[in-house]
């Protein structure tokens, strides 16, 4: 009965500790989110100061998104870049602050699919699955081909074409699963 207790208390501390601490702080490695309309008047400002735009294109901009969008790093960039050059910006423009507008990655991650493409086949040449030959001839063959998300068709034709290098179908398929999925 004291075990039962003991480990009730346990529970109960955990609980209390673990409410507490996701309710006053953010989880561990993230950042809280910001004030944006504080952080569209910065990035608008640091645009006009570096020559990017001029402080009319700024105030455009600022009203667009004061009226579009309560964070603007959720709008499809693609139509900001078009409603903003019908607003009088440049494509160049438009498309410099909604890149000073996108969140920070996160430590740790990968920038690009190319690195995160070096980063494996170095993993795979250390742990030997691969050699440092082929892993040089598996990421020349993903620069010119630039696979994206892979479908079933693209999965078997990526098999095929690292198959045809000379890697196994072991081999073939670490590389489509630890580049390519998750």
Known sequence: MKKIW??????????VVGMGSASAFPAPGTLPPPDMAQLVKDVLHDLVASGTINQKQSDTARDYLKENASDPRKIDPRKMV??????????????????????????????????????????????????????DQVSDYLKKNKPGPLGEDDAAKLLRDLESMGLTEQQAQAIRDKVFRR
């Open 6 to 15: 003991i480990a009730f208390a346990l529970f109960l501390s955990f609980s």
């Open 82 to 135: 078009d409603d903003m050059m019908n607003l009088g910006l440049t494509d160049k423009q438009a498309k410099a602050i909604i890149e000073a507008l996108r969140p920070p990655k996160p430590p740790g991650l990968p920038a690009s699919i190319d690195e995160k493409v070096k980063s494996t086949l170095g993993e795979m040449v250390d742990s030997k699955v691969i050699t440092q030959a082929q892993a």
